[in-house]
């Protein structure tokens, strides 16, 4: 058995190209939320040795210099493409593991004739029909299938796959750092111990590494040896917590904007809640202000609810009574957020022994709510704290259409003259 590691190309940067040909051969950043830091980078970029992360304002210069294309993340597109691009491998087989937004793990039966041709094809129809690039790896384990995409992505068929008698050669070449799993402190870690390469850790002492790394550690290295210590996960476990936070645009000093932002994220959450047919037993509220401020201050509050519950109205008057206790004036804040907990299915809603509200109304509610919001666009009808546009709102302000998801949005094609 082996297996293959199928990794999207820039992601987020070839979404845009998709539906933006004027991107392609440019070089195109993709910001964080509140338009920080570069998270994603075209190949032009990469060349021009800006590092991920890298904070916007440390590189102005270069943007200038290299008319460098900045926007900002379009989670609504990205998340939708992921979706298409997982879908697309599904075609060719159902052992899929979705192991991040642009990453899968897929399993090849033993009796593959010919990997190669196969991945090329897996390739060529991902391109074809979602417009994305991506770079296929394959090994004997998910470590091993990591280093081989790594080694996919600087050929030109984008396909590697690596044969067990170069995986020695491989290692060899291969510094601690760059193998999935291995962070900076498990690295300074193993090269005190005299551990430098891929090899050197997959021929260390059982022992050693289990006192350095743990059992975790372990399984690195046995992976390392072809042996399969973490097998494809294909059930997606079901979700336990759920949060919607956001840095604000400017700092929110006033306990009214405060109200506003938590009503806002609830009412986000609680959105997101339904469409998973989900209800929460509880709810986190938390703010911050800067975290370099000297004066630093950051709180949670938890508020159980008295019966688990999806209905906006219900969690956000609890979520704001979170709110009063933590809540100090006139500090500036700069983020905030809500955390639901304790999730099951709302069908097994336990209701309250003096419950007089009327259950299925409020349900039939927000059915309308969401049906309205899904058609109109997102903040068409919202609880009245909730402002539509709050001018506190985080900064996106290269931010591309939701061309995919929103009927408003969706990609124009101007026909040519025809004679
Ligand atoms: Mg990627």
Redesign the pocket.
């Known amino acids: 058995m082996s297996i293959a590691l199928v990794?999207?190309?820039?992601?987020y940067v070839s979404c845009e190209r998709v539906f933006n040909p004027r991107l392609r051969e440019q070089p195109v950043v993709v910001l964080s939320n509140n338009d920080g830091c570069v998270v994603a980078r075209s190949p032009e970029v990469k060349a021009l040795g800006i590092k991920m992360g890298v904070p916007l304002f440390k590189i102005r210069s270069l943007v200038e210099q290299h008319q460098i294309i900045t926007l900002s993340s379009n989670y609504t597109l990205y998340g939708d493409m992921s979706m298409r691009v997982m879908d697309t491998l599904r075609q060719f087989t159902d052992q899929v593991e979705v192991y991040s937004i642009?990453?899968a793990f897929l399993e090849l039966a033993e009796s593959f004739p010919n990997p190669e041709a196969y991945c090329q094809e897996v390739r060529q129809r991902v391109l074809q029909w979602t417009g994305i690039p991506i770079s296929v790896g394959v090994s004997l384990t998910k470590t091993l299938a990591k280093l081989a995409n790594q080694q996919a992505k600087r050929t030109e068929s984008g396909v590697f796959i690596l044969p067990e008698r170069e995986i020695e050669p491989l290692l060899k070449i291969t510094p601690i750092e760059d193998i999935w799993g291995i962070g900076r402190s498990w690295a300074k870690i193993l090269r005190i111990n005299c551990i430098s390469t891929a090899w050197e850790l997959r021929n260390a002492p059982d022992g050693l590494i289990k006192k350095e790394l743990g059992v975790v550690g372990l399984r690195i290295a046995w992976e390392l040896r072809g042996l399969v210590c973490s097998p494809l996960e294909r059930k997606v476990s079901p979700k336990k917590t759920l949060t919607v936070s956001r840095s604000f645009g400017r700092p929110i000093t006033s306990y009214q904007e405060m109200r506003e932002a938590i009503a806002v994220y609830t009412g986000r959450a609680a959105q997101k809640l339904r469409r998973l047919h989900l209800a929460a037993g509880a709810i986190v509220v938390f703010l911050q202000t800067g975290r370099y401020n000297p004066n630093y201050y950051g709180r949670s509050q938890k508020v159980v609810l008295p019966v688990t519950t999806n209905y906006t109205p219900e969690l956000t008057h609890h979520a704001l009574l979170g709110l009063q206790e933590i809540f100090v004036p006139d500090l500036p804040y700069k983020k905030a957020g809500v955390i639901f907990l304790g999730l099951i299915s709302e069908d097994i809603q336990q209701l309250h022994l003096w419950e007089t509200r009327d259950r299925e109304r409020e349900e039939r509610l927000m059915e309308s709510l969401d049906r309205i919001n899904g058609a109109m666009g997102r903040d068409t009808l919202n609880l009245a704290i909730a402002p539509p546009r709050p001018n506190w709102a985080m900064k996106s302000l290269s931010c591309s259409p939701r061309y995919t998801t929103c009927w408003q949005e969706l990609p124009v094609a101007i026909a040519g003259c025809q004679e």
């Open positions: 990794d999207c190309n820039n992601f642009d990453e």
